[in-house]
């Protein structure tokens, strides 16, 4: 047995923190904490034809060996769909933040993201030459302060749903002070995706704001109930990201048989709008709820029941445990001391008698 006794000692500081994380297989409880927002995932809607490919492999990266007619049909009319000139798809959502991120601003240019981006955003800026500053959650007053010191490019991040607090960000008013300092603003909209917009299309489009936004993110795992993730943009965009973006140059593409799914969800999730609209019916019912712990304000799929501590937070996720109920406790250091929380998500598969045992146990 290799001697890797020096990994204990961090995990020991976990276990004492009560933050100590483990896998868990499925139970079979009713469903309280994926992302599978329309309950596509669940079903064997996107799987009727993927009897035609018998081979699994891309057998490379898409610069070598690894393109094929698919993978840039579905890309078009991705990019079709969301009103973007041109795409690029990635193995996951947090290839597309990190190719995007790491490759696109420049030494000398400056970063400025929403404090609260996920982590694939941070990561990406991590891996950039260029220097970066965070501004308060969708405090605009912070964000112009630092636009007003930014030097070179400059980047704006932030989501238009963000995923520990179910909130939008304020995308007229940051697209309206990126105008101002000239900035190029980059929009990560993997919660808004299948959700947000009649059709699903997003926060942007929704809004009509697309034409003025440099790139836009869009992630297949979470309402899409697949995988991978598409950047969108110019064809410069594109161009550019095939010869710089490590992420995409370095990586086996995805096979036929996901592509397929991906395209498949596309022609799928447009259409329920039967399923968005019991989404916001539950959304509504739970927003309006008595319980006797604070919820953060959202009309999104994401709910969010702030129960202070570790300990507390474990304690009330395993009482809806054994209720049958699957909500996952979200610990520090996942999110600040003192705003540990059970991080609720709302699908257009679960009933309101569900919602309604739910909330009852939090009463």
Do not use: W
């Amino acid at each position: 047995m290799y001697n890797d006794d020096f990994l204990q000692q961090l995990l020991i500081e976990r276990k004492e923190q009560n933050a100590f994380r483990t896998l868990r297989l499925p139970e079979n409880k009713i469903d309280f904490c994926s992302n599978d927002y329309l309950g596509i995932a669940k079903s064997s809607l996107l799987t009727a034809q993927l009897s035609q490919f018998t081979s699994h492999g891309s057998t490379g990266s898409r610069l070598l060996a690894g393109n094929y007619t698919l993978i840039e049909e579905t890309e078009n009319k991705i990019a079709h769909f969301h009103q973007a000139e041109a795409g690029l798809i990635f193995n996951s959502g947090y290839d597309a933040n990190l190719g995007l991120l790491s490759c696109v601003p420049q030494r000398g240019d400056t970063i400025i993201y929403d404090f609260l981006s996920h982590s694939s955003i941070r990561d990406g800026i991590r891996l950039s030459h260029a220097q970066s500053f965070a501004f308060l959650h969708n405090d605009l007053n912070d964000l112009e302060r630092r636009l007003k010191a930014a030097t070179g490019n400059i980047f704006v991040v932030t989501e238009s749903v963000f995923s520990m607090d179910g909130d939008y960000c304020p995308l007229p008013e940051i697209v309206e002070c990126c105008k101002q300092y000239n900035a190029h603003l980059i929009l990560d909209e993997a919660h808004a995706t299948g959700v947000v917009g009649e059709k699903g299309e997003g926060l942007a489009q929704h809004l009509q704001l697309q034409d003025t936004i440099f790139a836009r993110v869009h992630t297949f795992g979470k309402a899409c109930g697949c995988h991978g993730a598409i950047v969108m943009g110019s064809n410069t965009l594109r161009n550019y990201l095939i010869n710089f973006a490590r992420s995409f140059i370095y990586s086996t593409a995805l096979p036929p048989a996901a592509i397929s799914v991906i395209a498949n969800s596309y022609a799928l999730f447009p259409a329920m709008m039967k399923e968005r609209n019991h989404l916001n019916t539950l959304i509504n019912y739970f927003q309006s709820a008595r319980i006797a712990y604070p919820k953060l304000v959202s009309t999104t799929p994401i709910q969010v029941v702030v129960v202070a501590g570790n300990t507390e937070v474990k304690r009330v996720a395993e009482l809806l445990q054994n209720n049958n109920l699957d909500v996952r406790p979200i610990l520090n250091p996942t999110v600040p001391k003192g705003s540990e929380r059970l991080r609720i998500v709302l699908h257009s598969f679960n009933t309101i008698d569900e919602v309604k045992q739910l909330v009852s146990l939090l009463a």
